[in-house]
């Protein structure tokens, strides 16, 4: 079974390259190498070395046997060579990760605003548009996020559609309805329209993974070599909570809580991931079928409750600063995530001692943390809306 | 008041910027004038024979003593100098018809699909963040579509938001769910999308304009003198269909119906259209109010009817051809209006005589029409869907 990974070289997208060629895929590997330049840009590095992506690549031939090709294009500017590397690999899945992730990087300054929509959208409208020109049947399997739906509902989050009665009486399904939370949220609702229309009028057939966020570092494979460890962010922009914590505990910062950290968000660790996208794979939907949405994500927190966990385990100070974003200081959230566990996934839990993997990690490479760059500094509103005084703003 | 027109050259653009300025208003209109590039891409032209924007603005200037400036700016691809006009002109309100408007053009091949989404979304959110990053209060009129929500519902279409009841009871205005019918349609979803982030997000006043489709020429301005003309368009891409049975009438031709004609759609005369944005400009949202939508058409009518009602009308024949799009071959649609009449708009109707005017236009100008011009070749699939035959896809 063939099976293009777009944004293979990405904190999601190597471990699914690995895990799928291990379970005897064949693997193509199509990225821009975006993110290695981001690092740049940002003046950041991955916590964990990461080799290039040829010797990734060599390494796992080597320590494998299994070989993972590479193609190296921009799937937003270069359709003429995306649809090349489609017809070449006439792929039965591909796994879409190839989009700006970081939602405070996506609302740095209108710079990577656009950035964001420009990569993220023409990238995700390329891929549909040419597997239409194509003529291929392939089974898309994109990441989403949970952010799509916004965290101030206190119901249920269901996967993707939500029935409801309409004014008349009339009772109907409908595609859940979106509350972004920044530009990047913005950009995964606005690929979820397009899933619809092009299954709709072509009969794409796609899964949209709605992610949670994800933390860990190593999966049973990126374990195997020191060359093949996966990068891992701590930084402002691109660090995810519960890693952020636990490098913070690892070098002695305290644990930067935004706001209250009232905020509750759904958590799945990285060795779930990788599980979750080959079950999708294993298990595609039918031709007919409308968009499938699952919620990828096996449990929830609190985030003071995560802060105050490392804290206990490590001794860490926690420290309340101030939140970039714009959002309730607190929220409930409860998300319906039986999809993929009906396929098959039996996810591990923040219980089962793999923070602890984590804090080695942080550890071993404690050398490597910059500390200037743990703090967000991108700001969700740089002046007050219209009508709104400074303080205002910095409140809310 | 300082009004930026974008898209002032075109078919909607053009009257509402003259409508404007004859109101009082000092008006730029900001344009790359890609419609007139795009009909020679087609090698067809407007019925009408419309001037060049100087002499346009020219003529303009000389017959009502009021100047309408110009800037030519791409909006998607050059955010500085959209950003610079912006800051120069400091505008109490935008009007936003910068985008692709043709579903056929948008459904023609890859290229069209591409082009669409890369117009439509990168102009519109650069508009989006440009507006926040020059810190401008402007009130931001967009040029959306009834279509954003299909028409397979048989219940009425309200203005942007639905009353329904969630499953555990509890009563919740959502955003109306979308339902796009093309490509084209999509990017108008995706700017609603994109409007309701950076209203909540940054306190952008934005009314979003679900307008039907627009008939007749000419506005009382453009009609002051030949030289103002307004484009006309009767070709199988950007012909909408009542403009497109009067032209066919004038020229001898058979009325194209496609499909059974059973699609019911909503209308509105250019001259409303005008009138609407003027009163959406002079009655802005307040700055914390949410997005603003309202439904700029003034009648619904299938499409089968309008065809009977011009050939009784002109004695033209009925031609049943194939549809091109995919989509029921029959439905009911019910809008509710309110909005812009509580805002003062006195609509005209089909029965008032103005189908007349556009019949003597396509009259006086008939010479002009490429007859090998009018069919739409557009197709919305190309291939069978996976396990469909040929067969069904031509009969959907």
Redesign the interface.
């Known amino acids: 079974m063939k099976i293009l990974v777009l944004g293979g070289d990405g904190f999601c997208g190597w471990p699914t390259a690995l895990h799928l060629s291990a379970h005897g895929y064949d693997v193509t590997i199509v990225d821009n190498l975006i993110r290695r330049a981001i690092d740049a840009e940002l003046d950041v590095q991955s916590l964990t070395p990461i080799r290039s992506i040829d010797e990734r690549l060599s390494l796992w031939k080597e320590k494998s046997g299994h070989r993972i090709k590479f193609k190296n294009i921009d799937i937003a500017h270069n359709?003429h060579a995306l649809i090349e590397a489609l017809k070449e690999a006439d792929p039965d899945a591909i796994v879409h990760f190839a989009e700006q992730r970081a939602a405070p990087y996506s609302m740095k300054s209108?710079r990577h605003?656009?950035y964001t929509?420009?990569n993220n959208?023409?990238g995700t409208?390329?891929l549909l548009?040419?597997l239409?020109?194509a003529?291929l049947?392939t089974h898309l399997v994109h990441l989403g996020t949970m952010g799509v739906y916004g965290y101030a509902g206190g119901?249920p989050i269901p996967e993707g559609y939500?029935?409801?009665?309409?004014?008349?009486g009339?009772t109907q399904e409908?595609?859940h309805?979106?509350?972004?939370g920044?530009?990047y949220h913005?950009t995964k609702?606005?690929d979820n329209?397009?899933f619809?229309?092009y299954n709709?009028?072509?009969?794409l057939?796609v899964t949209d993974l709605h992610q949670g966020i994800v933390w860990g570092t190593q999966t049973k494979e990126t374990a195997i070599d020191p060359g093949l460890v996966n990068r891992f962010d701590y930084d402002g922009d691109y660090g995810t909570v519960l890693n952020r914590f636990l490098v913070e505990a690892a070098v002695g910062h305290p644990l930067t809580v935004h706001g209250t950290g009232g905020q509750t968000r759904a958590f799945i660790h990285i060795t779930d991931t990788v599980q979750c996208v080959r079950l999708a794979i294993e298990n595609p939907p039918a031709?007919?079928d409308r968009v499938r949405i699952l919620n990828q994500m096996t449990e929830v927190h609190r985030v003071r409750d995560l802060a105050k966990m490392v804290s206990e385990t490590t001794g860490a100070d926690i420290a309340y600063v101030e939140n970039p974003r714009?959002e309730a200081d607190e929220n409930e959230l409860l998300v319906e995530n039986q999809g993929l566990q009906r396929l098959g996934l039996v996810p591990v839990s923040l219980q089962d001692g793999l923070m602890q993997e984590v804090l080695d990690v942080a550890e071993r490479w404690r050398d490597r943390v910059d500390l200037a760059k743990i703090p967000c500094t991108s700001k969700?509103?740089?002046?007050p809306?219209?009508?709104?005084s400074a303080m205002e703003t910095a409140a809310e």
Chains 1, 2 share one sequence.
């Open positions: 359709y209108p605003k656009r929509v420009e959208i023409l409208h390329n548009c040419a239409v020109e003529n049947d119901r939500l029935t409801v009665t309409l004014p008349h009339e409908i595609v309805p979106y509350s972004p920044s530009v913005a609702c606005l329209v397009l619809h229309f709709r009028n072509d009969g057939r031709p007919a714009l969700w509103r740089s002046q809306k219209p009508g709104e």
